[in-house]
Structure formats: C-alpha cells, structure tokens
C-alpha cells in the first residue's frame, strides 16, 4: 500500500525568508501524481502546487516549488519569499494515475508551518 | 471557480444521536468523498463515491454511512454519535475523467460529540 510521510510536524520561518517541508512516499506504481495543499486557520484547504510523476521537470508556482527527486521518492516543497499568509498547515499527497479508486488522495499527516515577522 | 459547500460549520451533538453532515458541490464532478482529520493523524478517508448512488469504503468507515441520491450531494451519516467521532469532517469532490486534476475541499465541519 501507497504511504506518504511528512517528518516535519511543526516549522517555522523568518518573513521573507525561505523553507523547505520534506515529503517522502512509498510506492511500487509508475504512473502517479504528488500534490501539496495549503489549509490556514479556520478556512479551507487549497492546492498549492502538483507534480506528474512522469515530468522529470519541477513544477513551479510563483513563490512555492518542489524538488522531486523520484528515484529517491521524495517530493520536497520549498517557499520562497516567505509571507506572513503562509502560516498554515501543509499537507503532502499522492494519487495513482489510473485504476477504480483514481480520484482517492493518500495524505502524509501534514506540517505546521509558523511565519515569524 | 469550483464550489464545495458543507451544511454547518460548527455543530454539537449528543452521544447516541444520529447526525447528518451535508455536502454539495456545484462543478458536476463525478467524485465525492467524506475525509475526518484529527490532529497528528492528518486526513483519513471514510467514505467515497464515484457517481450516484455509488459508494465505497474508505479506511476508516466504521460507525459511519453515506448517501448519495444526487449527482451534486453527498450525506455523510453517524448513526449514532460517539465521543470518538468528535474532529473535523472534510467533504471534497473530483472529477473523474481528468485524472490530474486536483480534488477541492469543502470549508469543513466541527463536529463535537458530548
């Protein structure tokens, strides 16, 4: 079974300056998608960036952009530029590209990460 | 803009009642799921459904069932409330063809069970 592991529970960062939160997942597919949602205090969860595991290219969205690393089957996600609408918790999460159950989400247990002004 | 709407946003119930969480989405999508998230175990799936009137275990379905009637809604159903089912209830929906694309959550419900 797929498995997403975030070591990270809590982080925090300088405004303005950069993090990185650590993802590693476990899995015999080929064919799979890595996503990174960002949830903030009381309000809603939204994806922040998504990685196809077939693009050897890392995605890249504004300030936030992943190190995917396959082989080592890692998916790192790194803020620049740190703003205080940062402060959330970030959740890694995995999905097989194909298959009965293709919309189902595996999430790692997700990192708080503090923004210090 | 995809829309995922929950019925309440806070509620309180008592042990032994039967609580309806109710979510609607408004982008057609095929998918539907019930996620629970407590702290330091993250989201974990209860339920899902591909289409209506189509549903499947999730890994922790236990004292929980679901009802989908309608394309756009999905009932989340706790036949009788526990102290155990006290966390945050997360409705989200897909869909299923575009296989890349992400899920969108719904704003959650806090339910607290006394």
């Known amino acids: 079974a797929q498995t997403v592991t975030q070591s990270q529970p809590e982080m925090s960062v300088q405004e303005a300056e950069t993090v990185t939160l650590s993802c590693t997942y476990d899995t015999s597919e080929s064919d799979y998608y890595l996503f990174w949602y960002k949830q903030p205090p009381s309000r809603q969860m939204i994806l922040v960036i998504r990685q196809e595991a077939y693009k050897q290219q890392n995605a890249t969205e504004n300030r936030f952009s992943v190190n995917f690393q396959k082989a080592a089957k890692s998916f790192s996600l790194k803020i620049s530029d740190s703003q205080l609408g940062d402060a959330a918790m970030y959740f890694c999460a995995y999905r097989k590209g194909y298959g009965g159950s293709q919309g189902n989400l595996i999430f790692g247990k997700g990192t708080k990460l503090s923004v210090k002004p | 803009d995809v829309k995922v709407t929950q019925s309440s946003r806070y509620l309180v119930k008592r042990t032994g009642e039967k609580v309806f969480l109710e979510c609607v989405q408004d982008m057609d999508h095929e998918n539907m799921f019930w996620y629970r998230q407590d702290p330091g175990l993250g989201l974990r799936l209860i339920y899902f459904?591909?289409?209506?009137?189509?549903?499947e275990k999730g890994d922790i379905p236990e004292g929980y069932s679901v009802s989908r009637e309608k394309k756009e809604r999905f009932s989340l159903i706790l036949e009788s409330a526990s102290t155990n089912q006290t966390s945050m209830y997360l409705c989200?929906?897909?869909?299923?063809?575009?296989?890349?694309?992400?899920?969108?959550f719904g704003p959650g419900t806090r339910l607290l069970v006394l």
């Open positions: 989200a929906s897909s869909s299923l063809g575009r296989v890349w694309e992400t899920q969108y």
């Open positions: 459904s591909y289409d209506v009137k189509m549903k």
